[in-house]
């Protein structure tokens, strides 16, 4: 069972595209507003979440990975892949990242060989405990990778987006997460599914708000946090590879979205 004194977060969904990194990002940047100290963990071969971060990989500059990390696997071995975020201000020394790269897609064949679904909790023993969150950003599948940051997490958050698919991939993660056998075999009994986080809402759309409304049934009313609506600056944040705080005045309604959002996690991931 990962021990930890940081609050480690996964962010999950079966889907692609629902705004998994997006809310890793941007919910990161929030808890640093509040004063946290906050280590991202990019867990995902394409990357998105370490390009948007300002920590893009490389050829010339290569930084050590998450590939690396798993590939190690050694205790407290992830301490010497955590890079500062590239973002700048306050960002650049609250906010570390432990980069991701295309390779990381190597791990996947690993997946029956004993023990490889520890290695990133095993890497991270005393390497987050100067931190108040890890956050884990996951690939769309409940594979091999996102096991490993599962098996390293002690919370489980879905993020929903309101459409057919999203919501059935959002309950097959939280189903994944909530059978015993699956924590027991992850090495992680005290894993908890936290969260449904209604991503992407478009409140334009009858069919979000029919989701949206469906969701505290399905999740429990406890479970269901405050919508994330889907905004063109989220978008165009993650493009620039910056923090919202840096697109000015436009940023101003999603930055308090987010704040809310870190400020529930602080309160209920004490
Ligand atoms: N709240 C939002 N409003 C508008 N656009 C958003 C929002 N959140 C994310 N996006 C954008 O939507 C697209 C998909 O989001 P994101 O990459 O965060 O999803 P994901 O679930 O991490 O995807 P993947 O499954 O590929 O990892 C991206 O272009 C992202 O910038
Ligand atoms: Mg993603």
């Given at each position: 069972m990962p021990k930890s004194k940081s609050k480690r977060v996964a962010g999950g969904n079966n889907k692609g595209g629902v705004g998994k990194s997006g809310w890793v990002a941007n919910v990161a940047a929030a808890l640093a507003d509040?004063?946290?100290?906050?280590?991202?963990?990019?867990?995902?071969p394409q990357a998105n979440l370490s390009r948007r971060m300002g920590r893009p990989y490389r050829k010339e500059k290569p930084?050590?990975?998450?590939?690396e990390v798993i590939k190690s696997g050694e205790p407290g071995v992830a301490a010497d892949a955590?890079?500062?975020?590239?973002w700048g201000g306050i960002y650049a020394q609250r906010i570390d990242i432990i980069p991701s790269r295309f390779d990381l897609e190597n791990r996947i064949s690993e997946a029956a060989v004993i023990g490889?679904?520890?290695?990133?909790?095993?890497?991270?023993?005393g390497a987050d405990d100067g931190y108040d969150f890890t956050l884990f950003d996951c690939q769309p599948s409940l594979g091999h990778l996102t096991q490993v940051a599962l098996a390293a997490a002690r919370y489980a958050v879905a993020l929903?987006?309101?459409?057919?698919?999203?919501?059935e991939g959002a309950v097959r993660f939280r189903d994944f997460v909530a059978d015993e056998v699956n924590r027991t075999e992850m090495g992680n009994p005290e894993l908890t599914f936290a969260a449904a986080v209604p991503s992407m809402v478009d409140g334009r759309l009858a069919a979000h708000a029919h989701h949206v409304q469906s969701l505290p049934s399905i999740f429990g009313a406890d479970k269901v946090w405050d919508s994330i609506p889907a905004r063109s600056v989220v978008k165009d944040a993650a493009d620039e590879g910056l923090?919202?705080?840096?697109?000015?005045?436009?940023?101003?309604?999603?930055?308090?979205?987010?704040k809310a959002a870190a400020q529930r996690m602080i309160k209920e991931f004490a």
């Open positions: 509040e004063g946290c100290k906050v280590l991202v963990v990019d867990v995902d930084l050590v990975t998450t590939a955590i890079v500062p975020c590239g490889a679904r520890g290695r990133l909790a095993r890497a991270l023993q929903v987006e309101p459409e057919y698919d999203g919501v923090p919202l705080a840096e697109l000015g005045s436009r940023s101003a309604e999603m930055r308090e979205v987010y």
